[in-house]
């Protein structure tokens, strides 16, 4: 059997504060180079379960282990060195610093991860070899991020998380600040570009619609058990 | 590439920053400007007199009698006679003295009588000599030698003749008998820049006519008083030279042991070093306004990161996700304060300089206070880095909230 990209065992996790929202999952596992999209209500907890598996948050109890490295053995330092290394992560949108160049956004995983340096080469090249792949106009690496259209920006995302090719992309909702058509443009590029990678795909969504593109499909509720406590 | 977003997120927000580093940059100017005015000061006042090693005057204060000899501030409250200033003068240790004679005005500037010696023996910022810049010395009785910036704000030149008043802020004029403009001494930085010189005669001449401060009723003709025995019968205060400076004390005690009259010799650095004494508890109060101000501006700076965070999680989000870590927000914020505090730093050194330039020839004119425009000392470069390093410690406060909050967002900031 081949490595897990992730696996997740016996994770369980509780916000701090009034909501008291808590999720427990027995067990997840995701293959190197597959794609796997998360299906979920809003507010079931797909962005926490995201935030555990980037290491972002800390579970209180369990085994998160990425690539084979269990982060629960990691000191704060070192996961953040591991989440820059080995997962390129897209949020649902806002995901660039908008003040920056979209270079800048692009390589900014980069200077928190010397392998992953070392892997892209000639990072600004590469940056712009991914903005062409995704269908980025030319000259858009000098502009500013913040200028950019949401579906554009929503790519810079894309390429940031694919430079240096990391193992791991995780995607929270990309594509539902698209409208449908730039959806499936999207999803194309994306699914090209991780499959030119290697890299294995968790993507949490709430729209069933995409479940065609994905090897696996995985309802939030089977693998996931929430509660959350009146205060 | 850190530095380079750094500044870039600071020029996105450029109205709040802006806002922010203009208040660095006035408590800079602020504190600065105060530091420069009082080392000016200071430097102005000790080099206003040098190679004077005794001020002769009627007993009062050490510092009245600096003041009003030298500075041209304050009055004499007694006079010393002209059989006292023989005597001194016949001493063996004095190789020159003297007389000066205060009380007259012409307009704002004050007059001094004084004889052709004072030229001689006068001596200003490490030993320099006065210059006339124009015309000569005192030769006639009605002969008044001017200021540098007497001449300049009442726009004369030799040869021009000019009304003395009685008294300070007087309205009674001496005008029965005009002087004329004889000589323009160079400028000095000093307040001879604001006197006007007669001789000691003709302040004897000018009140010929006065007794006890009211004019006689008859007023005696120029041609009359140029024949008469001018002699002074009191003088205001005299500068003494020794011949060697182991003498200095002797003769100290000697004038302040004078049987005839109550006298007071000092010392000028001494008297001077009084006169700080008394000025430090202003100046140490105004340098604690000024750093309360820069104070004021550094917490201003605080709170406007503060309130920046909330609106930022967003972006400390993206930085954490793409793996920075604490230490990271943390160097980023330390970073935009230390941005700004230099950037405050530089702004408010021009505002400083802008400043300086602007006031100079009025605190020069007002205050006799010469500032030379150099570059910052070492101790106001060491404030300056100071503040530098003061404005990194105060960001401590936003930067650990940034970092607390980024760990209590998660990675998905909700909006
Ligand atoms: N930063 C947070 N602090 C406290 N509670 C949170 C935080 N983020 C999410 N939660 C809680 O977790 C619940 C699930 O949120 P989330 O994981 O974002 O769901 P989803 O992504 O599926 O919409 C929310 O309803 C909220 O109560
Ligand atoms: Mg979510």
Same mark, same amino acid.
């Given at each position: 059997?081949?490595?897990?990209?992730?696996?997740?065992?016996d994770v369980?996790?509780?916000?701090?504060?009034?909501?008291?929202?808590?999720?427990?999952?027995?067990?997840?596992?995701?293959?190197?180079?597959?794609?796997?999209?998360?299906?979920?209500?809003?507010?079931?907890?797909?962005?926490?379960?995201?935030?555990?598996?980037?290491?972002?948050?800390?579970?209180?109890?369990?085994?998160?282990?990425?690539?084979?490295?269990?982060?629960?053995?990691?000191?704060?330092?070192?996961?953040?060195?591991?989440?820059?290394?080995r997962?390129?992560?897209?949020?649902?949108?806002?995901?660039?610093?908008?003040?920056?160049?979209?270079?800048?956004?692009?390589?900014?995983?980069?200077?928190?991860?010397?392998?992953?340096?070392?892997?892209?080469?000639?990072?600004?090249?590469?940056?712009?070899?991914?903005?062409?792949?995704?269908?980025?106009p030319?000259?858009?690496?000098?502009?500013?991020?913040?200028?950019?259209?949401?579906?554009?920006?929503?790519?810079?995302?894309?390429?940031?998380?694919?430079?240096?090719?990391?193992?791991?992309?995780?995607?929270?909702?990309?594509?539902?600040?698209?409208?449908?058509?730039?959806?499936?443009?999207?999803?194309?590029?994306?699914?090209?570009?991780?499959?030119?990678?290697?890299?294995?795909?968790?993507?949490?969504?709430?729209d069933?619609?995409?479940?065609?593109?994905?090897?696996?499909?995985?309802?939030?509720?089977?693998?996931?058990?929430?509660?959350?406590?009146?205060? | 590439?850190?530095?380079?977003?750094?500044? %870039?997120?600071?020029?996105?927000?450029?109205?709040?920053?802006?806002?922010?580093?203009?208040?660095?940059?006035?408590?800079?100017?602020?504190?600065?400007?105060?530091?420069?005015?009082r080392?000016?000061?200071?430097?102005?006042?000790?080099?206003?007199?040098?190679?004077?090693?005794?001020?002769?005057?009627?007993?009062?204060?050490?510092?009245?009698?600096l003041?009003?000899?030298?500075?041209?501030?304050?009055?004499?409250?007694?006079?010393?006679t002209?059989?006292?200033? %023989?005597?001194?003068?016949?001493?063996?240790?004095?190789?020159?003295?003297?007389?000066i004679?205060?009380?007259?005005?012409?307009?704002?500037?004050?007059?001094? &009588?004084?004889?052709? @010696?004072?030229?001689?023996?006068?001596?200003?910022?490490?030993?320099?000599?006065?210059?006339?810049?124009?015309?000569?010395?005192?030769?006639?009785?009605?002969?008044?030698?001017?200021?540098?910036? @007497?001449?300049?704000?009442?726009?004369?030149?030799?040869?021009?003749?000019?009304?003395?008043?009685?008294?300070?802020?007087?309205?009674?004029?001496?005008q029965? %008998?005009?002087?004329?403009?004889?000589?323009?001494?160079?400028?000095?930085?000093?307040?001879?820049?604001?006197?006007?010189?007669?001789?000691?005669?003709?302040?004897?001449?000018l009140?010929?006519?006065?007794?006890?401060?009211?004019?006689?009723?008859?007023?005696?003709?120029?041609?009359?008083?140029?024949?008469?025995?001018?002699?002074?019968?009191?003088?205001?205060?005299?500068?003494?030279?020794?011949?060697?400076?182991l %003498?200095?004390?002797?003769?100290?005690?000697?004038?302040?042991?004078?049987?005839?009259?109550?006298?007071?010799?000092?010392?000028?650095?001494?008297?001077?070093?009084?006169?700080?004494?008394?000025?430090?508890?202003?100046?140490?109060?105004?340098?604690? @306004?000024?750093?309360?101000?820069?104070?004021t501006?550094?917490? @201003?700076?605080?709170?406007?990161?503060?309130?920046?965070?909330?609106?930022?999680?967003?972006e400390?989000?993206?930085?954490?996700?793409?793996?920075?870590?604490?230490?990271?927000?943390?160097?980023?914020?330390?970073?935009?304060?230390?941005?700004?505090?230099?950037?405050?730093?530089?702004?408010?050194?021009?505002?400083?300089?802008?400043?300086?330039?602007?006031?100079?020839?009025?605190?020069?004119?007002?205050?006799?206070?010469?500032?030379?425009?150099?570059?910052?000392?070492?101790?106001?470069?060491?404030?300056?880095? &100071?503040?530098?390093?003061?404005?990194?410690?105060?960001?401590?406060?936003?930067?650990?909230r940034?970092?607390?909050?980024?760990?209590?967002?998660?990675?998905?900031?909700?909006?």
């Open positions: 059997m081949t490595e897990s990209a992730l696996a997740l065992s369980s996790f509780a916000w701090p504060g009034r909501d008291g929202f808590s999720l427990s999952c027995p067990s997840f596992r995701l293959a190197a180079g597959e794609s796997v999209l998360l299906l979920g209500a809003s507010g079931s907890g797909k962005s926490t379960l995201l935030s555990l598996v980037c290491g972002i948050v800390v579970p209180t109890r369990g085994r998160i282990a990425v690539g084979g490295i269990d982060l629960g053995g990691l000191r704060a330092g070192e996961r953040d060195r591991l989440r820059a290394e997962i390129g992560i897209i949020f649902q949108q806002f995901n660039l610093l908008t003040y920056a160049r979209v270079a800048d956004n692009i390589l900014l995983p980069l200077r928190f991860a010397p392998k992953r340096r070392a892997r892209a080469r000639n990072g600004p090249k590469e940056a712009a070899r991914l903005c062409g792949a995704l269908g980025l030319d000259g858009v690496m000098r502009k500013t991020a913040g200028r950019l259209s949401v579906g554009q920006q929503q790519r810079v995302a894309v390429a940031r998380a694919l430079i240096g090719a990391p193992s791991l992309i995780v995607a929270d909702e990309p594509t539902s600040a698209l409208d449908t058509a730039t959806q499936d443009s999207f999803l194309d590029l994306l699914f090209a570009q991780v499959a030119e990678a290697g890299s294995s795909l968790l993507m949490v969504s709430h069933e619609r995409l479940g065609q593109f994905f090897d696996h499909v995985v309802r939030i509720e089977d693998i996931v058990t929430t509660a959350r406590v009146a205060a | 590439m850190i530095l380079r977003l750094a500044t %870039q997120s600071l020029m996105a927000r450029a109205l709040t920053v802006g806002m922010t580093v203009l208040a660095i940059a006035l408590s800079v100017a602020l504190f600065l400007g105060v530091e420069k005015v080392t000016g000061a200071r430097a102005s006042f000790a080099d206003t007199i040098s190679g004077t090693d005794l001020i002769v005057g009627a007993r009062s204060g050490s510092v009245q009698l003041l009003y000899s030298v500075f041209r501030i304050g009055n004499a409250t007694n006079n010393v002209w059989k006292s200033y %023989q005597d001194i003068a016949a001493r063996p240790e004095v190789e020159w003295i003297v007389p004679s205060l009380g007259d005005s012409h307009r704002q500037f004050r007059v001094m &009588g004084t004889t052709p @010696v004072f030229f001689e023996h006068y001596k200003y910022r490490g030993g320099r000599s006065l210059g006339l810049a124009a015309g000569h010395g005192l030769e006639s009785l009605y002969d008044a030698v001017i200021g540098a910036e @007497v001449a300049a704000s009442l726009g004369y030149a030799i040869g021009d003749p000019i009304i003395l008043s009685h008294g300070l802020a007087s309205f009674t004029d001496h029965d %008998q005009p002087f004329r403009v004889a000589g323009i001494v160079a400028r000095t930085g000093t307040p001879v820049d604001r006197t006007v010189i007669v001789s000691l005669e003709a302040i004897e001449a009140h010929v006519d006065w007794q006890s401060g009211a004019r006689a009723g008859q007023v005696t003709p120029a041609e009359v008083i140029r024949e008469m025995d001018l002699t002074p019968t009191a003088i205001s205060a005299a500068l003494v030279g020794v011949k060697s400076r %003498q200095i004390f002797g003769l100290h005690r000697w004038i302040n042991e004078y049987p005839e009259e109550p006298l007071m010799a000092i010392l000028p650095g001494v008297a001077l070093q009084e006169l700080w004494q008394i000025v430090g508890v202003a100046e140490t109060a105004l340098i604690g @306004v000024s750093a309360m101000v820069v104070v501006a550094l917490i @201003v700076m605080m709170a406007m990161i503060l309130a920046s965070l909330d609106e930022r999680r967003r400390m989000a993206i930085w954490r996700a793409m793996g920075a870590g604490p230490v990271t927000i943390f160097g980023l914020l330390a970073l935009e304060a230390t941005l700004m505090a230099v950037a405050g730093t530089v702004v408010g050194l021009g505002l400083l300089y802008l400043g300086l330039a602007a006031a100079q020839p009025w605190l020069d004119a007002t205050f006799g206070i010469w500032m030379p425009i150099g570059p910052p000392t070492l101790r106001e470069a060491s404030i300056l880095a &100071g503040l530098v390093a003061a404005a990194a410690f105060v960001c401590l406060l936003p930067a650990l940034a970092y607390r909050l980024s760990l209590a967002d998660g990675m998905m900031v909700r909006i």
